[in-house]
């Protein structure tokens, strides 16, 4: 079957009432500026604020920026700002057009229209998703001359200076500043990232902007040529710009919004004056799930996730880790326990459609690892416990930065301290006593120093090294 009919607001009455958009552009005002016009926004706080907006009401349509590429900028305008989500891996796809945007910038080509959209006294939140490299505050002379007004706005930490200044002459009232990017800490993160942007400036922050914390939870794979026509078949209408997410989606979210928020607990996210609790849960028990699938897949030769989470032992390796290790160094939010959002941590893993590759989420393992499993370890032996299981996975990422797996293919070693892991290695013997010694270095001394942690290091390192990955997982597991 083909989609002939173009999405846009032509399109919207011949489609299923349940595919059309809950909002249609133009119907609320802007309320929201967002910065970043990527896949994640447009499957998670766009839908959430869409939903939000029909539930309670509010002027909170949101003007969407790209910060640099005009590409997707340019499609959403030819289809009247719409475009739709699929969700994908339930019983059947699922698709629905969203209409929550109510204007379309360009930080590159159009940067003061920007900062005059941010100082519009309408607009009382501005969120972001951007990555974390667009909050470096750079030391050199032209990234000072945007910060000053001596050159256009056109980098992240600008655009929120200028724009807090021009607000701020403009008398537009207070705002929040809301990071949706998945870091830790993101709030206090982003406001120390303003105020060093506006001392550069000659200025400081101002008392009515705040910058509350976040968590933000949903897969959102790349759409490929198949995701765009089974969206075009599940929606009734050709979009250029799907996006393909899972059923899954959460958003914590620090209740501090001196100018207002649309009602976004009615859209299912969770309002909370602590995100930490919900923060520290994700790193320990899906981030180090993720990792530990990730490193031991790729040393038994499997391309995906999902693969790896069907080797033998598997499910029963990581429900112990979760049950032994996590559980006791965790404290849950109220009404979660660790042994339930790890079975879902496992369901969505599963999930095919996500198309998790191995080699792409064992990337830049010296910068995960000490979020996700150095503290694991740390607390269990503050506890005067032992972390078998953990111990295993840091021993998976020691045998995949040796960089071939069990059949001897060659593994890509893609991280930040490459260079350094290649020199400990190539200076220590190429033993299991050698290669964890030389590894364990990278680390905090307190781990090097741990002999118990040190032998169950060697011990893991030499069973996936004789016997490899999979049979080692299968004797964990059972």
């Known amino acids: 079957m083909t989609v002939t009919t173009r999405l846009g607001l032509s399109a919207l009455g011949t489609l299923p009432i349940a595919n059309r958009p809950s909002v249609r552009p133009g119907e609320v005002r802007p309320g929201i500026v967002h910065l970043g016009l990527g896949a994640f926004h447009r499957a998670h706080q766009a839908v959430y604020t869409e939903a939000a907006v029909a539930a309670s009401g509010g002027n909170w349509g949101i003007v969407g920026v790209a910060p640099r590429s005009r590409e997707i900028l340019d499609l959403l305008r030819e289809q009247d700002r719409l475009y739709s989500v699929l969700t994908a891996g339930g019983p059947a796809d699922e698709a629905r057009a969203i209409g929550i945007l109510a204007g379309l910038g360009h930080a590159a080509g159009d940067p003061y229209g920007v900062v005059s959209a941010i100082a519009d006294p309408g607009i009382r939140i501005v969120s972001l998703t951007v990555t974390e490299k667009a909050y470096r505050i750079l030391d050199d002379d032209h990234f000072r001359a945007q910060l000053t007004g001596d050159a256009p706005p056109v980098s992240v930490p600008a655009l929120l200076a200028r724009g807090l200044l021009a607000r701020r002459a403009a008398g537009a009232g207070p705002l929040t500043v809301l990071c949706c ?51 075009a078949l599940a929606l009734g209408a050709d979009d250029a ?61 499997l391309p995906l996730i999902a693969d790896s989470l069907e080797l033998p032992g598997m ?36 999930n095919r459609e996500l198309g998790h590759r191995n080699l792409q989420v064992a990337m830049d393992g010296t910068q995960k690892l000490p979020h996700r499993l150095l503290g694991t370890i740390t607390d269990l032996r503050d506890l005067g416990a032992h972390s078998p299981w953990a111990a295993l996975f840091l021993a998976a990422w020691m045998r995949f930065a040796r960089g071939y797996a069990d059949s001897g293919a060659t593994l890509p070693l893609d991280d930040p301290l490459a260079g350094r892991i290649r020199e400990v290695l190539a200076a220590a013997p190429d033993t299991p006593d050698g290669v964890v010694g030389a590894l364990l270095g ?25 016997h490899g990955a999979a049979a080692t997982v299968r004797e964990a597991g059972e």
């Open 442 to 466: 990278l680390f905090p001394p307190s781990l090097a120093g741990d002999d118990v942690l040190r032998r169950a290091l060697i011990r893991w390192y030499t069973s996936l090294d004789r």
């Open 315 to 350: 499910i029963g390796l990581l429900r112990r880790f979760l049950a032994d290790e996590v559980a006791l160094t965790v404290t849950p939010p109220p009404g979660v326990t660790v042994s339930d959002y790890g079975e879902t941590v496992l369901v969505r893993f599963a």
């Open 181 to 231: 990017d998945n870091l830790q800490n993101n709030g206090p993160r982003i406001r120390d990232m303003v105020t060093r942007a506006l001392a550069v400036a000659g200025a400081e922050l101002p008392d009515d902007v705040a910058f509350p914390a976040t968590m933000v939870d949903r897969i959102v794979p790349a759409t490929s040529a198949d995701h765009r026509r089974r969206a």
């Open 241 to 301: 710009v799907p996006v393909v997410a899972e059923p899954f989606t959460q958003w914590v979210i620090e209740d501090r919004f001196p100018g207002g928020r649309p009602d976004w607990a009615a859209a299912g996210a969770i309002l909370t004056d602590d995100v930490t609790p919900w923060e520290t849960l994700k790193l320990r028990a899906l981030n180090a799930v993720h990792s530990a699938l990730a490193y031991l897949g790729a040393l038994a030769g």
